[in-house]
Structure formats: C-alpha cells, structure tokens
C-alpha cells in the first residue's frame, strides 16, 4: 500500500473542481436549453399558455356578449363582418363563446388534475412507504376505481350535486388520481429499499422526513410528466361530459356544449359551429401530450 | 501469424461536444492458445476494446479505424452477416452481468439449443444431449434441472458456467472474457477463473480476458497489457510485467493492490497439508463477562429473521438472516467482519447500527439496551453510531445537492443547531475527507465513484460518532482509489480516535486495515481472532476456504506460478 499511489494515479478524481454554484446554475440552464430543443415540446408549451391567457382575458378580448344571440345571422359561416369565425344556431359569436368556453373547460379540468396530482403523490408515498395492510387496502380501492365506470360517476355526482362544473371537476380527480397513484406508488417501492434511504434513516431522519425530503424528490417528476400527458385526455373527457349535459348548462358557453350544439346543426351544412370548439379540445390535448414527453426529458438532473 | 492482431485501433463517439475519442491507436497481439490479460481502471477503455474486437459498438453513434485481423481477416467494416459467422464459431464472449445477457425469459435448455440448431442443423434432441454435455464440462452437476430452469433460478456461479458453456460449446478459437468474475463471490470467482483456464489447457482456446483486478491477471495470463485513458501503457509477459513495471503507472497500480507475503506463504501450508488435519477451529468464544467499559458495543444472542412473500392475506415464509450471535467490538479497534455473500454480513451490520431491529437478543452500549430506544434516546445513539455504505452512488440522493444531504444529517441528528452551523459543520467534514466548500451545491452524479465514498464518510463523520460501521465501502471501487480510501479510514482513526467495524471479502484488505476479524458462515459468528492470527493452522474451515480463494500477485519472478495457483 503506498501514498504516492494518491497523487500519481487519481488526477482525473479532482478534475471537476470548478466552483459548484455555477454547475448548479448551468444544470438549470441546460434544461431549459434541452426543453427549446424539443420543437414538439415547446410548441405545446406555447399554445397552453395561450389557451391560459386568452381563456383569462375573456372579458376583455371577446368582441361580443357570449350569451346575446343576433338572431337574423344565425348560423352565418366564418367571415362574416364582425363575427370572423361566425355565428351559431341562436345567432351568438362563435369566438366570443370559444373564450367564454375556454375560461369553464380549463377550469373544470386543470385544476382537478392538479388536485389529483397532489392527492396521488400523498397516496402514493402512504400506500407505497408502509408495509402491511392499510397500504394494500388504500391500493385496492383505487383497483375499484379503475374498474368503476367513470360517466356513470359523473352522472351520480351531477344528481347529487347538480350538473354543473363541480360535478365534472370531481368526475376528473376521480378519473385521474388511480393512474397518478399507481404511478407515484410503483416508484415509492423502488425507491423504499435504496440506501439513500437508509442512510438518511440511520442519520436520525423521522418517517416525515424520507417520506417529504427524500423520496417525493424522487417520484415527483414522475407524477408531474404523467399528469401533464394525463391533462390532455382529462380535456377532451371534460368536453365529452359537457357534450352529455352533465357540465355547464345552457346558454352558458362550454367546448363541449358547444361541439354538442355544432352537432346538431350539422345536417343542416353549418360545419363551422361544432368544428371549432373541436379543434381547440383536440390542440390543447395535443399540446399537453407534447409538453408531458419533452417534460419527461428534460427534468431528469442525471441526464 | 497471430490468432488475432491489433493494429492501430482508434476508437470514437459522438459526445455532446463533437466526436470525442476514447481509444488512441492501440496494438495488441494474441497467439492461438495464449491468454493475454487486458487490465485497467474503471473508464480506461478496456471493455470498448473487446466491444470494437466484436463488431459490438452502436452503430450510430462510433466510429472504429486502424485493423482487427482474426486469423489473418480483417474484421472492421466486415458487413453484419460476415461478423455473425466469426462469433460464436470464431470468437466466443462472456460478459460480466450473466443475469442481463441470458434472456429471461426463456429457460436454459433453449438458448443454448437455439444456436447448435440453428448454425449446426441439429436436430432438437441431439442438440438437447450437446447442451447437456458441455453443462457437465462446466462443472454443473445438476444438468437436467439447469436445462429446464430460467436464469433468474440460477445463482451467479451458476448463471456464469452456463454463459462459459454457452461461448465454449462452438469451439471457438478465442474466447473474449469482459470482467467474467467482478460480480462473483471470491470463492465461486476461484472456480471460474479455474473453469476458463481449463477450458484454455484443455480446448487449446486462446483467452482474452478483460479485468480490473490484479489477482486474475496474476492467476491466469501469460501477457498483460495494462490500459489507462485509450491507450496501452505497457504490454509484456504478466510475470515480468508485476515484478518490474516499466511504466511508473503501472508500478503505482501494482503497489495499490493490498498483498501480504504471509497470505501466499499461508497458502502453501494449505496445500501441503493433509486434508485431515483441518480440524474444526475453536469453538466460539462465550460472550465476555466483564463489564462493557471497553466495547463501545456488545451484540449478544441478536438474531433477525425476515418475512419474504405474503401480501395481503398470506403470512409468508420465515428467513433467518442472522442466528443468535455474540460479539463485541472494543473501543478503538477496527474489527474485520468476512465471509461469504448471504452469510448476514450486512443484516449483522444493519442490526448493530439500528438500521434493522433484532427478531431477539439484546445490543448494549454503555451498558444500555438500545434495541427498544425510541426518539431523542435513539437520535443520541445515532450520533454515536454511524454507517458507510456500500454503494456510494445508491446511498446519496440522486434528486439532491450533497451540501443539503449533509446539512440535513446534522440537523436531524440536533448536531448543529441552525443551518449556519449545518453547513459549516459540513464544511469541516468535507475538508477532512479532501474535498471543499465548492462541492456543497453540487449533485452525487457529478463525483466520481471514489469522491461519492469520501462523502459517504464525511458524512458519517460530521455527527462526531464514536463508532464507525462501515458495509464493503471499498468493494465498487478502483485499486487506486481504495487504496485512498483505506489510508483516509486509517488516518482518521488516528486523528479521532474512532472504532471501526469494516465488512470486506478481500482478505488483504482485511489483513492490512483491521486488529481483529470476526468470519461469518450461515447468520452466526464462527470465530474471532487477532487479524495477525489470521493464518494459523486452527482456523475453521470457513476462514481456510476464503483464504484459499485468494488470488495473490506474483509480484517477483521467483515465485512459482503453481504455489500461488494450489
């Protein structure tokens, strides 16, 4: 055994000595840049936050009352003066209800993923932590959900609870939070056994503190990219409840409403109605699919 | 002419900055039958060498240049079809993972049938009889059950001898071995170095084989060429090569190999001595009466069993990990666990730190029974008791700046009071180990694997402990880097005046670094003894067969290659 093994043969151990602030700043920077490289990505992150801000600053963009019809234009196709993607049956501005449409739709899905996000992170990281029983059980019941049919949910919820955004919303964390909860679960229990873990064990660290600081660092992405992909579909199954009636009730404006409304026009030659609440669900769907892949990428430190 | 002939080998990849080379223009020769030996650390480039020999590097992204003649036949830039016909009839591989290079999901018997019936028109019977004859070859006694098993039933030596059979049984001329025992146990690692070079005595294969660990240069090859940063810094016949390294490289390697004189010196009395005087050793020791002023713990009847299976209604079947067990470790020692893997090293090790809670017995410190504390009373014996692990890389968060990581140890362990004091305590720890301030922000993934293991220690060490566990920490390392570590451990106890209990299966190790050793065999302690005493004639059978399966250095040229091999 010699010491000058020590200077002679591990140089390259001291070759990254530079100052660790600016490698932490360029990690950043470097997933930012990785995230610009995914055009697929970033596209989708532009047209959500679009949808955000133009859903919010309905009041002041949309050029009509949503809700007043004009009745002697009704079903004008798009480009009519004043009105450039036309009226619908009653006579009332399609884009106007399009941004009116957007602030309930968004509202009635965005936030409950964000919900169930939450709440499958608390499930995951219980069910998946502890061993025994209770964990089995809380896993179990979310085998029930995945079996329960979720529109026959909604239509109980909105009997209970009346039809309307609050019924659909809760529909959505229902549908959402067994995905989210088997995910968040599965990496629990390959994170439990890693020595990290009994590391910070045999440094004194409470239940509390793996479960908060060190294992939901390591899970959390997870959850975060599966919810972004999942918000895409919970859009479109959001429209399809409106389109049931069980959302938003007439004559307040919903993409899904409105698709439902455009359908029944559509034997009469007037596409346009249920075209472009559709093809606004079916971007936004897109889009979050794109971000929830370029995400999965990007938010891994290692890579 | 030679079996295979390396001329200017050049390596690349395309790495984020432009192609980046790996391998500069190496040369190597191999005469049919030879075995030469490939040695270097971990990034040196000898496992792209065996993959660029093999027409195995991803095509997308490497490039190969210079020449890779196989009997006189160029093999770079040979099209897919011509370079499948020298594998396997020309050219065998055994790779060092056998769980991921046999499919799991078929059993034994069918792929190593699938080739003879596919290159050699067997049919399915006579191919099945062929299998079961080169599993025997092997040394698998149990060839009907092999045949019919999946390679997750099989153990690593196991999974290793089907690998061989499965290179072997087309009678290649050369067998590439890519570390072929770095995952294995030092005894069933003995028997498969023994396997390979029968295989070389016996088919007349020639043997290539690839390593980082001095000892299997030493056991098996006839020429070594030592590897550093993609290039070959010195090549040679292996006994002139370990006793006079001419480059100062390789001298540094060869003097970072823990090795003792009295190990090999051992070894001989061993193979000299008739097999019946192996008497079982003393019987253990009963567990000291005195008082525990002079342990900082004594482990005394503590067993674990775990559960494996059941689920929601079944119970499952009980597993003894660790059967009741005694020992004590006194204050200032470094104690040395050894034995086979699944022996309980690590529960035995797990149970001291609390990190594990005995199914039995009782741990005392200062007299106290700590298997019952709970809260502040178990967060003071945590502070005195800390554990190094074994993989570096596992035991930090991966998600986390290590200046956290560490900051948090204090603070959770009422060490440091506030975050100011965390860090600086951090600091400190940090600076003791060789590393700096500037490391803090920082993730586990930007260190090396030796700077990973100092960080384990330091921060083991910032809480202060009186008592040092520490789980293989060595084991995934570098010589080079070991070497390091081991000199850091014995610095420290010096400077701190620390206890260590070192879990190890390299005896050398074990012998250089600890006053005492304890060999487990089957969850219970066989003996103690003084480490001096390590190779007296008494020993327990357990003890003789890892020390048999040592593989010393024959480091000067007399030394006879059959004592070192008996």
Redesign the interface.
Known sequence: MNHAVTTTVAADDNDNDNDGQHAFRSAARGRWHRLRANRLALLGLVVIVLALAVSAAAPWLAPHDPNVAEPQLRLAPPGAPGYWLGLDAQGRDIFSRLLWGGRRALLASIPPVVAAVLLSLALGLLAGYHRGRWPALIMRVIDILFAFPMVLLAIGLATALGPGIWAVALTIVFSATPYLTRVVYAGVRAERDKEYVEAARACGATTADVLLREILPNVATAAVVYGTTLAGGMIVFQAGLSFLGLGTQPPDADWGRMVAEGAQVLVLGAAHVATAPALVIVALALAFNWLGNGLRDVLDPRG | MNLLSIRNLEVEFDGAGGPQRVIHGIGLDLGAGEVLAVVG?S?SGKSVTAAAILGLLPERDSRARGSVRFEGRELLGLPEAALNGVRGTGIGIIFQNSLSSLDPSFRIGEQMTEGLRFRRRLDAASARAEAARWLDRVGIRDVQRVLRAYPHELSGGMRQRVMIAMAVMGRPKLLIADEPTTALDPTIQKQILDLLRDINREEGTALLVITHDFGVVSYLSDRVAVMRAGVVVEQGATRDVLAAPAH??TA??V??V?DSAEIRRAQRQLAAAPVSAATPASPVAPADARDDADAVLVLEQVSRSFRLGG??WGKGTEVAAVRPTDLRIRRGEILGLIGESGSGKSTLA?LA?R?VDPSGGTIRAHGVDVTRLRGPA??AF??RV??V???SG????????IGAQLA???T???VAASARAARDLAVQALERVGL?A??????P????G??RQRI?IA?ALA?QPEFVILDEPTSALDV??Q??V??LLRELRAELNLTFLFIGHDLAVIE?LCDRVAVMERGTIVETFDAGALHEHTRHPVTRRLLEAVLPLRRSAGEDRRSAAA
Do not use: M, T, V, W
């Open positions: 650390e990034g100062p490289y540094a390697l003097r970072a823990p689920g929601f797990r730190a990190l178990l967060k945590r502070r800390q554990f692990f074994q993989d596992a035991s930090l968060n991966p998600r986390r700046q948090d140890a204090l959770r362990l009422d700096a500037a490391h803090l922000e920082r993730y993934h930007e260190f090396s030796g700077q384990g921060r809480a080079s880097i070497a390091q081991l000199d250089s």
